[in-house]
């Protein structure tokens, strides 16, 4: 199978299973499953159930289904997206093309189904895997999502915003922890379902780092170079919000360069971890180079 | 030890536990955690914690420390305050005579102190305990906080607020889950630190939801009935609002009939607990007979 027939496998096994095991829409009360489905369901790259999927698929039979874990973290995903486009954050009316969750619902709506996203990551880790690997899954993505790296990035980088002589320290804080964080912990999710040791544990730590640090650093390359008609979002949004990026702090040069030495540091990791790594080589190698 | 010096002693080793176990003001970013230390030292009845701790100590020489569950529990009580106290939500600028979170800091750092309480009370759990009983643990917390339950609860009591002709059953579905959700969630968990089984599990669930629907009842009771002064807040707040509530469906001696009902089957549940039940007994007894 190719990379993007097997990238689409997993997205369409992502979606099934988004369905599947989410509380019916007419759960009691109706409107906040209605919500927590809206926001779920609205697309995305599916990168994060992805990465936990394919990092599963490198070490024997698997012993658990990842596809629940999976789930898990794409409510967390989504629950952070949810809060984050909340009129006291970045007050985003829409998403991926759609009304984000407070427009179409209401702001009270859209903070019950982000909060309810996230506790529901837990309901799944608890219903669907005994204790072992259960209770190691939760503690990796309590860790990944709480207040010292997800939840301190984005505190981090709502700081930043304010002001636009934000150090390369705390634009790396931001970086490691607002988007590397949840990428990390989505491997080694994937790993802990199907019996990854603690060294293969640890190489998937770097791997998802480094991953997460090329995704953000192109991001900023792309919000800088890219037209909006390619980007399907607006281009030069940050700069113009007077941010502090990657780019402007290391230059468009210094950016690229950083973003191939992240690349070369996840295809290292690789070199430690069983099965056939090919697809998540192409995946970061994809990434270095995607223009969207 | 009489009553409440038991309960005083539950409550000093709760606050003790508070500031040993969250993450140091100074952990950064500093902001969120000087917001979630901010909110959870507050003070408070303390309730959840003191339940955890006495329903732990109705059992054989506690197997672990009651107390990270008990700040677990109270983590989670004192985010859905944060969240319900915001602008969106309930709007009030005061909780306990302090400025609430997003008065004292801003929406955006209280959204997120919210959020980070939430995530953290799964942290607690799956780094103070082993697997066992800390996967029972996280399960029965996510359970009860989740969107079937205490957000439930809070979705439906939102929707509620906008009709004046709730019915029984939707007020009942809103006490169950936005109330006493917690409240058994906080007796199974001390249960589950100290060896229950699941016949003692049984008996304190039932405990703990109609100990949480007289506490619920008794609030609706003394709303109609209490001068301000007595109560500590506004009186009658509900009824000005147009809000259904218990003493309006079923009228102020009806509503005492209820509670006096639920009372007696908290005590009758108490006879199926091993150990010395006096604590417990006399909690119910007293949250039936409170004038604030």
Known sequence: MDFSTQFNYYV???????????????????????????????????????LVQSAAALFRAPLHDPL???VAIECVHTYSLIHDDLPCMDNDDLRRGRPTAHKQFDEAT?????????????????HHYPADPGFALVRELADAAGSRRLIGGQ?????????????????EFIHLNKTAAMIEASLVLGGLTSGATESDLAALRVFGRE??????????????????????????????????????????????????????????????????????????????????
Chains 1, 2 share one sequence.
């Open 68 to 70: 629940p874990a999976a």
């Open 155 to 171: 505190m981090e980088d709502l700081l930043a915003e304010k002001k636009s002589d934000a150090t390369a320290d705390e634009l």
């Open 12 to 50: 369409a096994r992502t979606e099934k299973a988004l369905d599947q095991l989410l509380p019916p829409a007419a759960t009691r009360p109706a409107r906040i499953h209605d919500a927590m489905r809206y926001s779920l369901q609205a697309g995305g790259k599916r990168l994060r159930p992805v």
């Open 211 to 292: 991953l997460g640090l090329t995704f953000q650093i192109v991001d900023d390359i792309l919000d800088a170079t890219a037209d909006s008609a390619t980007l399907g979002k607006t281009a030069g949004k940050d700069a113009q919000a007077g941010k502090t990026t990657f780019v402007r702090l290391h230059g468009l040069e210094g950016a690229r360069r950083f973003a191939r030495e992240h690349t070369a540091r996840a295809l290292a990791s690789l070199t430690k971890l069983p099965g056939d790594t090919a697809f998540l080589r192409q995946l970061v190698e994809t990434m270095l180079v995607r223009n969207h």
């Open 110 to 126: 859209a903070l019950l189904a982000g909060d309810a996203l996230l506790t529901y990551a837990f309901e799944l880790l608890t």
